[in-house]
Nanobody, 123 residues
Framework: QVQLVESGGGLVQAGGSLRLSCAAS????????MGWFRQAPGKEREFVAG????????YYADFVKGRFTISRDNAKNTLYLQMNSLKPEDTAVYSC????????????????WGQGTQVTVSS
């Protein structure tokens, strides 16, 4: 069974940076697109960033373009999210997920999810 474990969250001041990691089990990691989502209290889960199987094609929500970078190291079965210029509005639980459906942007197109890691941005 596929397992995804996020790490790297924490408390950071506005304008700071964090790098999230998602360690994936299974030898088929490189065959799937992957994505990052986030969910703030009282809000629905929303798409943050996605990467195709090789990492050569990436996709971003408008609110993180120019600030966040998604990447992956298939040899290490690890997905990353580099977050720069963080804002208080970025405060949320960030989860990684494996894509199996047609869209990078929709939660229903992902089949395996990590437990999430908390990111808190203070002002």
């Amino acid at each position: 069974q596929v397992q995804l474990v996020e790490s790297g969250g924490g408390l950071v001041q506005a304008g700071g940076s964090l790098r999230l990691s998602c360690a994936a089990s299974g030898r088929t990691f490189s065959s799937y697109g992957m994505g990052w989502f986030r969910q703030a209290p009282g809000k629905e889960r929303e798409f943050v960033a996605g990467a195709n199987w090789s990492g050569g094609s990436t996709y971003y929500a408008d609110f993180v373009k120019g600030r966040f970078t998604i990447s992956r190291d298939n040899a290490k079965n690890t997905l990353y999210l580099q977050m720069n210029s963080l804002k208080p509005e970025d405060t949320a639980v960030y989860s990684c997920a494996r894509k199996y459906g047609s869209s990078f942007y929709r939660t229903v197109d992902y089949d395996y999810w990590g437990q999430g890691t908390q990111v808190t941005v203070s002002s």
